[in-house]
Nanobody
Framework: VQLVESGGGLVQAGGSLRLSCAASTTSIFRISAMGWYRQAPGKQRELVATITSGGTTTYGDSVEGRFTISRDNAKNTVYLQMDSLKAEDTAVYHC???????????????WGQGTQVTVSS
């Protein structure tokens, strides 16, 4: 499974960005949970948001109310709408696909290469 992120860049504090992550396979994407994680220099990777195959979402405490995760199964794509950006949101954002294990499928996690988001204060 290949994951390709796009949409990162430089934005002023208070601004918005939308990240996209496109998966290479339709069948796997539709049964997988998707997520966004981020890692700032010198810090551990942290959860930003996740969305299940059924559309249930969760958010990290630091982005709750400002970021929105969504998915379009017809396009094999997950989005992260980021509003009211802060300098502390600066990080490399990685897309994750979590394929659950089942009787017929060996599950696993797949990662995109990451996209840089820089918020200037």
């Amino acid at each position: 499974v290949q994951l390709v992120e796009s949409g990162g860049g430089l934005v002023q504090a208070g601004g918005s960005l939308r990240l996209s992550c496109a998966a290479s396979t339709t069948s796997i994407f539709r049964i997988s949970a998707m997520g966004w994680y981020r890692q700032a220099p010198g810090k551990q990777r942290e959860l930003v948001a996740t969305i299940t195959s059924g559309g249930t979402t969760t958010y990290g405490d630091s982005v709750e109310g400002r970021f929105t995760i969504s998915r379009d199964n017809a396009k094999n794509t997950v989005y992260l709408q980021m509003d009211s950006l802060k300098a502390e949101d600066t990080a490399v954002y990685h897309c994750n696909l979590h394929l659950p294990s089942s009787l017929f499928v060996r599950g696993g996690d797949y990662w995109g290469q990451g996209t840089q988001v820089t918020v200037s204060s």
